[in-house]
């Protein structure tokens, strides 16, 4: 069956440089959710987008940005690279039955992008 | 302030053991709990609870929600040792996964 596709799998910048990062969720998942994981810690909320549109936010700093495609792809953009970004970010999709308030919330994760700030 | 809290945090079990993780919760707009399994890569999902007091099994993992007392459990038996990863559990507020720092599980042969 087909998973979430996350890419690149491994990005490695340097401090002030710009990121780019793109998931692609399961074929006819309407929703996508972005995580931010550090060395050692669990995944934190970035941000999610349901049928191209910003639905909650979480703790995504202002020097990031994301949105969602027409294709449901979604792109999470960095921009001014510091050290402390360095973690591994997760995409995760979900098929939301019933509309945004559906308690329905299988997650299902990509494999990640481990992003390196030197 | 959104929290989950998982124990223990490590747990170290010879094969064939039976291990039961634990999770609480104080989440707003909680809509259900999910169980993730990580080993070095991407969560592999495992459950989402979202009835009190209804098992859900899946070969030697069961996971039960008590929305009452805001927790749920995670039992795996007959520990083997690819089960060695980390467990996290997750509570969903409205629709982001709030997640708890997991619980380490080591299951030497």
């Known amino acids: 069956a087909a998973g979430v596709i996350q890419s690149p799998r491994h990005l490695i910048k340097e401090k002030r440089e710009t990121a780019t990062l793109k998931c692609y969720p399961i074929p006819r998942h309407d929703t996508v959710y972005w995580y931010q994981q550090g060395p050692g810690q669990d995944p934190q909320f970035l941000i999610s987008f349901y049928e191209k549109m910003q639905s909650d936010k979480g703790s995504i700093p202002d020097r990031f940005s994301a949105q969602q495609f027409s294709d449901y792809h979604s792109e999470l953009n960095m921009s001014s690279l510091e050290l402390g970004d360095s973690a591994l970010y997760f995409c995760a999709s979900s098929l939301r039955l019933g509309g945004i308030r559906s308690s329905y919330n299988e997650q299902f994760f990509g494999p990640g992008t481990r992003l390196t700030v030197l | 302030e959104d929290k989950v809290v998982q124990s223990p945090l490590s747990l170290v079990v010879h094969e064939g053991d039976t291990v039961t993780l634990n999770c609480s919760y104080e989440?707003?707009?909680?809509?259900?709990l999910l169980w993730y399994k990580q080993e070095k890569k991407a969560p592999t999902f495992l459950f989402m609870l979202?009835?009190?007091?209804i098992e859900k099994k899946s070969g030697r993992l069961s996971s039960i929600l008590d929305k009452k007392e805001l927790f749920s459990i995670l039992n795996i038996t007959a520990t083997q040792t690819g089960d060695s990863a980390v467990y996290l559990c997750a509570a969903v507020n409205t629709d982001k996964l709030i997640f708890g720092t997991g619980t380490r599980l080591q299951v030497f042969p």
């Open positions: 989440v707003t707009n909680f809509r259900s």
């Open positions: 979202t009835s009190s007091g």
